[in-house]
């Protein structure tokens, strides 16, 4: 790991601060940060700790029922307060990694990270949460740009995640039985006015709407009504553990899946 | 370099830290405590899980700048105070839950992490917890009777 400068300011001012200064990086739990930096993949001059900042951890519910969840809430701290208001969002935290990852992890870093095969992408897309930085909002649909790739700016940090609760959801994640991560994960989400369908683990262009299984749901909430759809190989991620036909079909087969679970 | 200051086995410590000194660092190189160990320096085998406030961390995975002010807790801390072997150290020694013995540390503290949140665990409650505790000798079963003995439940449904 090469040396850096290191803050761990209290309050987001100071963040937004900090964050301005040349080759600065935010660091949420580490979780995916610090593997990087023992590699020496990021080398940033300065590293900001958003942990110490009171005002980003925590979920509470807003005034029109969405539930509101801090950047630097951890994996752990979702699984149990968002289970009451919104349990897909966290069985999905829970199952993430293991004890001490979801201990340390943050939603925050995971979306910002945006790994192809990470969990929350998948339910930030399906809930059309709204992503929120220290001055502007950004829907889910324009936030994810591709494997590690978001609408971020250099420096802006992601304050909180705001998702709309559906009448029903769930997620079923295939994992890769080594790493865990998700070999595809699917999130399903049914509102009053329609079924959302997002995709993670299978695309080379990372998380994704299955938009033809959302028209089929949402006509037909059932794992039936998705039975003569497929979907093309083309973009799919292919590897040591399974090819883009493979995925492809995974990728179904977890909707399927998701649909029943939700109900 | 910056100082740090936190709690360790009870005890207040102090030191000096660069940004990038893992906890795991700090404690095994700054502190002497040489019990939490680093197997992989990667975050997959949990031979340096500690404590963190009550919650269990993987020491190679976390700066001790991000410990300031923290109570950390790790296997030298386990003992009980009359340096006697804990319940769970014991029940550990008592049911061969070790071999080389090097992914103990890690394996006692989520032990003791999860037996704090779950003090009567299903045997699939175990294994799914140890999910990040990687152990190359003991085939695990033993490490799961071990847990389920310390939590006061019939050890015989551990899978044989
Ligand atoms: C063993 C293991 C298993 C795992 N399994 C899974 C899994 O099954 N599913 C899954 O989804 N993930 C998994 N992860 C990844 C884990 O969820 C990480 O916690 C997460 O991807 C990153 O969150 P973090 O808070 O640790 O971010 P960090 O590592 O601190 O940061 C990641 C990136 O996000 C940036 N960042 C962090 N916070 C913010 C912010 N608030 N605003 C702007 N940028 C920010 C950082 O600069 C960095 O680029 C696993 C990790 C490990 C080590
Ligand atoms: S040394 Fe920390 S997880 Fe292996
Ligand atoms: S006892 Fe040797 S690694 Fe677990």
Same mark, same amino acid.
């Given at each position: 790991? #090469?040396?850096?400068?290191f803050d761990?300011?209290?309050t +987001? ?11 600065a990086?935010?660091?949420?739990g ?14 940033? $001059?300065?590293?900001?700790s958003?942990?110490?900042?009171? !005002?980003?951890a ?8 969405a539930?509101?969840v801090?950047?630097?809430t951890?994996h752990a ?8 208001? #919104? ?10 990694g ?6 340390r992890g943050?939603?925050g ?5 945006n790994?192809?095969?990470?969990c ?6 399906a809930s ?10 950004? @829907?889910a ?7 590690f790739a ?7 940090i992601v ?5 709309p609760?559906? %009448?029903?959801?769930a #997620? ?5 039985? $080594? ?6 994960g699917?999130?399903? @989400? ?14 080379? !262009? ?7 299984? %959302?028209? $089929? ?22 590897? +040591? ?6 995925? @492809? ?10 649909v029943?679970?939700?109900? | ?26 404690l ?5 405590l040489?019990?939490?160990?680093v197997?992989?320096d ?5 031979a340096?899980?500690?404590h963190v ?5 993987k ?13 950390v807790?790790? /296997? ?5 105070a ?15 839950g070790l ?16 037996l ?26 033993? /490490?799961?009777k ?15």
């Open positions: 790991m #090469y040396a850096f400068e761990r300011p209290a +987001l001012d100071e963040a937004i601060a900090l964050m301005s200064e040349e080759e990086q935010a660091l949420g580490g979780q995916t940060l610090i593997p990087t930096l023992k590699q020496r993949l990021a080398a940033p $001059a300065r590293l900001v958003l942990t110490a900042i009171p !005002e980003l925590g979920v509470c519910v807003a005034d029109d029922g539930l509101c801090g950047a630097t951890t701290a979702i699984a149990q307060e968002a289970a009451a208001h #919104y349990p897909a969002l966290a069985a999905l935290a829970g199952n993430i293991d004890p001490a990852v979801r201990n943050t939603i870093g995971s979306v910002a990270n790994d192809p095969s990470a929350y992408p998948a339910a930030v897309l059309g949460a709204t992503i929120k930085t220290a001055n502007r909002e950004i @829907a649909d324009d936030f994810f740009e591709g494997m978001t609408a971020l700016e250099e420096g802006e304050t909180e995640i705001r998702f609760v559906p %009448e029903k959801a #997620y079923m994640k295939f994992e890769q039985p $080594a790493s865990r991560f998700a070999l595809v699917v999130f399903v @989400a049914k509102f009053a006015g329609g079924v959302r369908v997002a995709v993670t683990g299978a695309s080379e !262009e990372g998380v994704f709407r299955w938009t033809e299984a %959302e028209e $089929a749901l949402s006509a037909n909430f059932s794992p039936d009504a998705i039975s003569g759809l497929s979907l093309a190989a083309d973009n799919m991620i292919g590897d +040591l553990h399974g090819t883009p036909e493979y995925r @492809a079909h995974l990728a179904k087969v977890m909707t399927g899946r998701a029943a679970a939700a109900g | 370099m910056a100082k740090v200051s936190m709690s360790v086995n009870g005890k207040p410590v102090t030191g000096e830290v660069e940004g990038r000194t893992l906890l795991v660092q700090f095994r190189e700054g502190l002497g040489t019990g939490t160990h197997g992989c990667t975050s997959q085998c949990g340096c899980v500690v406030d009550g919650r269990a961390v020491a190679c995975a976390i700066f001790a700048a991000e410990a300031e002010g923290a109570e807790t790790t /296997i030298e801390g386990m003992a009980d009359d340096g006697s072997l804990s319940t769970i150290q014991q029940a550990f020694q008592d049911h061969h071999q080389c013995g090097f992914c103990t540390p890690g394996m006692v503290m989520s032990a003791a992490a999860l704090a949140e779950n003090p009567k665990p299903s045997e699939a409650e175990v294994r799914d917890y140890l999910e990040g505790n990687l152990c190359r000798c003991t085939g695990y079963h033993n /490490i799961v071990a847990i389920m003995a310390a939590s006061g439940q019939d050890v015989a449904i551990a899978a044989e």
